[in-house]
């Protein structure tokens, strides 16, 4: 059989318009206990791809558990790309179990949804457990979540790649949305961002900006 290629995306990749991210429990004493990630990367990559979905126009769920009560207000990296946008609070340890949270995944009505949160174990994979088992598509950012221990978030990892879900990173998630340079409406927008939270590479962009006028689109 001679296969036929075309200059079009595979249709797994995300883009702007074909999925919802659901940001979970990012709270004080949820990252309190985190000890997978560093503090300052969890943030950075909680900052970073909440400013990529805000830029792209990505319909964003935030929630919380026991925010008045227990856990604490949502990280100011994440609210503060969503100014005045509603914190869904929980009882709930799994957000699908939550009616005003899947009232607004009804009311969205994307077939995928991007999963980032606290703590990967319990908080991500409820939710990415339950989306599949109802048909959805579920893709996890891996390096913007967190949990108790490193082999917590690496076994929670794993039990969601059996189960089907996509695992990604944070700076993927923001390249994968610009993907093509040539997207002039949402390039400074893009490169912004990972100066700001993209480490190494924004200090690259950073660089090549300054030294040489440097353009990835030329």
């Not at 980032?116 to 109802?134: N, R, Y």
């Amino acid at each position: 059989m001679t296969l036929t290629a075309t200059a079009t995306p595979g249709k797994s990749l995300l883009s702007p318009t074909n999925h919802a991210l659901v940001l979970i429990d990012y709270q004080s004493q949820m990252a309190f206990a985190t000890k997978s990630i560093d503090a300052t990367v969890l943030r950075n990559n909680a900052a970073l791809i909440s400013r990529g979905a805000k830029s792209f126009g990505v319909p964003t769920i935030l929630t919380t558990v026991a925010e008045k009560s227990f856990s604490g207000p949502m990280f100011s990296e994440v609210t503060d790309a969503f100014p005045g946008q509603e914190l869904l609070d929980r009882t709930s340890m799994n957000t699908w179990e939550d009616a005003a949270v899947i009232e607004e995944v009804n009311r969205i009505a994307k077939p995928r949804i991007v999963f980032a949160g606290l703590w990967t174990s319990v908080c991500i994979v409820g939710p990415v457990a339950s989306a599949i088992d109802q048909g959805f598509e579920a893709y996890f950012i891996a390096d913007a979540c967190g949990d108790i221990s490193t082999e917590a978030h690496e076994r929670a990892v794993q039990r969601m790649i059996q189960l089907g879900a996509v695992p990604m990173t944070a700076l993927q998630y923001l390249l994968e949305l610009q993907r093509d340079w040539a997207r002039g409406e949402t390039y400074e927008s893009t490169t912004g961002i990972a100066k700001q939270w993209g480490g190494a590479y924004g200090l690259g962009v950073t660089y090549a900006k300054t030294m040489f006028g440097a353009s990835e689109g030329h």
